[in-house]
């Protein structure tokens, strides 16, 4: 990531970083929004570590479906993590800049997260329907074995599709004005300050999307339209509510995570300001990581449970 030492006028190549703008026009009301966020960020940090030691704690939730939550709850930390804590410096200071290798380093994490979020939510789609459409055969399809290849088979993707992706973008130079009208160094932004043509960065990042974020949500709604086809096969209406009680958290998460996204990147850029994007962004950074453990907590009776067993083995260890 070689850059050339300048920072003075449009056409020369920026070495020493970027200038992340985020929301400076805020003024005196950046405070109110750090707080806000602190508060977000330490109840996703609680509600995703919470559901990790549940999940450890408790033979009971050592299944397939919560083997695939410990992961998710995991990638939701690390996904919000790259964001957040930088955010919240930055609504503090004056100077809100990011260097080359730190910006590099960000984009990094957020996209392997995101891109394996994906893929993960794909596998527990799976999962489900393996569970109601082929229940007697689940042990043997979604064996342990089988849940940490395709787990595994969620992290490769991500890391090799993205770090190739990256390390691309940041072998680039960049030139112009250090200042980027956004709060964390996201590839559409960054891309902007290439002083070479990105056309055929943008193909191949067209053709990613396509292959790794539509692909994995395709095979998302087929499971669900099997699902469904299964369940309102079934003879009576208490058998299909509680079949379909069993994926409809993840249901939720999927259109959570999915939806923030769409809207993200795919809501026409000459119909949205600046600020009107990153309040899109930020929803979609933050929402879907806190409310996913509550989700499955709050929805599921399993959990729910667990968390009950738990709370009252520290209440009587305690006494």
């Known amino acids: 990531m070689a850059h050339s030492v300048s920072n003075r006028g449009e ?39 919470l559901v990790i030691l549940l ?14 939550l410990v992961n998710l709850s995991f990638l939701e930390i690390c996904y919000t993590s790259s964001v957040v804590p930088q955010l919240l410096v930055h609504l503090l200071v004056e100077e809100k800049t990011i260097s080359i290798a730190g910006c590099a380093a960000q984009m990094y ?35 342990g074995r089988v849940c940490t290849e395709l787990a595994g088979a969620s992290w490769i993707i991500g890391i090799l599709v993205e770090v190739a992706k990256i390390t691309w973008l940041f072998s680039l130079p960049f030139c112009g004005s250090h200042r980027i009208h956004h709060f964390f160094c996201d590839i559409p932004p960054v891309m902007k300050k290439a002083c070479t043509d990105t056309t055929k960065m943008k193909i191949v990042g067209f053709t990613v999307s396509v292959l790794f974020i539509l692909s994995p949500f395709l095979l998302i709604i087929l499971s669900y339209v099997c699902i469904l086809s299964t369940i309102l096969k079934l003879p009576s209406a208490e058998g299909r509510h509680k079949a379909f009680s069993t994926c409809s958290s993840h249901l ?25 994007d990153q309040m899109i962004s930020l929803v979609n950074t933050i929402v879907a990581p806190v409310l996913n453990p509550l989700i499955y907590t709050l929805r599921n009776k399993e959990v729910k449970g667990a968390l009950r067993i738990t709370v009252e083995k520290g209440i009587f260890a305690h006494n």
Do not use: W
């Open 11 to 49: 056409n020369q190549t920026i070495s020493d970083g970027f200038i992340l703008v985020g929301f400076s026009y805020l003024n005196e009301l950046q405070i109110l929004l750090f707080l806000l966020l602190l508060v977000i960020y330490l109840l996703t940090l609680m509600g995703n570590l």
């Open 55 to 68: 999940v450890k704690l408790n033979p009971s939730l050592h299944s397939p479906m919560y083997f695939f």
């Open 109 to 143: 994490v957020f996209t392997i997260t995101g891109l394996t979020e994906c893929c993960l939510l794909a596998a527990m789609a799976y999962d489900r329907y393996v569970a109601i459409c082929r229940p007697l055969h689940y042990t043997t399809l979604m064996s």
């Open 252 to 276: 939720m998460v999927v259109t959570l995570f999915y939806g923030t996204a769409l809207i993200t990147y795919l809501v026409p850029k000459s119909e949205s300001t600046v600020e009107t």
